[in-house]
């Protein structure tokens, strides 16, 4: 289970996902029918990182 971040941390978290590999994780969980939300929580991000 992950932890609750701060919105400063949070924040940091988001910036830290734009590698090509999370990415294609985003992508591939995208493509096997995964919701916004489901992905977020699993990798640990806000669903609006996804989305974007």
Do not use: F, N, Y
Not at 12 to 25: F, G, H, Y
């Amino acid at each position: 289970m992950s932890a609750v971040l701060s919105p400063q941390e949070q924040s940091s978290r988001d910036a830290a996902l734009e590698t090509p590999e999370d990415v294609q994780a985003i992508l591939g969980l995208t493509a096997a029918g995964w919701g916004r939300r489901r992905i977020a929580k699993e990798l640990g991000c806000s669903p609006e990182t996804v989305r974007k």
